[in-house]
């Protein structure tokens, strides 16, 4: 159980271009996705949090307008990248919140988008 | 401001071996701890959870936390090749969101 699935796995993609991520919780209704990125060999960074119904929640110095985030079911967030060029080449990750009786919240992480901007 | 610390490594032992990666906190409300498993180029694998003091065993893993010292720690008993990795801890300090904060995370090398 507890799988998250994202898509695509990779992308290439022209500078000034959208890339649309989707996120989806296979197995269990996620309250809360959370989207990360992470730059080689360094350390996940949150990006912004979002929860089903609701606008996203970023983190500071993560530009909203730039990072379009949906939440649009229990199972199903989306990340837009508008207007991407080289410096947002990145790993993308999602990951799920699941709550259940007996869980604490525990979060499992998408396999990972890895986006090249050219 | 929230922090996760970690030995950076990286962690070289031999293969049989017992490694043992550490983590330490700042916030002292902190409610549960994580470990991840983050294979090059692949994205972090939940291996360990825990949330009361005290050792918590799954298979060759031994997460133990020590809220007092704010310390939690992950044994990986006999350790195999294929156990290396960088390892995260997380730390979630409640709030409405439960978000994480992560470790900068611990390279291990297994060697055969």
């Known amino acids: 159980g507890a799988v998250v699935s994202q898509h695509p796995s990779r992308v290439i993609c022209k500078s000034g271009t959208s890339v649309k991520i989707e996120c989806r919780s296979l197995d269990f209704q996620a309250t809360t996705m959370f989207w990360y990125r992470q730059f080689p060999k360094q350390s996940l960074m949150l990006m912004a949090t979002s929860n089903e119904g609701s606008k996203a929640t970023y983190e500071q110095g993560v530009e909203k307008d730039k990072f379009l985030i949906n939440h649009a079911s229990l199972t199903l967030s989306t990340l837009t990248v508008t207007s991407a060029h080289p410096e947002d080449s990145s790993f993308y990750i999602c990951?799920?919140?699941?709550?259940?009786?007996?869980?604490?919240?525990?979060?499992?992480f998408g396999p990972g988008t890895r986006l090249t901007v050219l | 401001q929230k922090e996760v610390e970690q030995n950076s490594g990286p962690l070289s032992v031999p293969e049989g071996a017992i490694a043992s990666l550490n983590c330490t906190y700042s916030d002292r409300v902190s409610q549960s701890f994580f470990w991840y498993r983050q294979y090059s180029g692949k994205s972090p694998e939940l291996i360990m959870s825990i949330y009361s003091n005290g050792d918590k065993e799954d298979g060759r893993f031994t997460a133990q936390l020590n809220k007092a010292s704010q310390y939690v720690s992950l044994l990986i008993r006999d350790s195999q090749p294929s156990d290396s990795a960088t390892y995260l801890c997380a730390v979630n300090s409640g709030g409405s969101n439960y978000k994480l904060t992560f470790g900068k995370g611990t390279l291990l090398t297994v060697n055969p």
């Open positions: 990951s799920a919140r699941e709550q259940l009786a007996g869980n604490y919240n525990e979060q499992f």
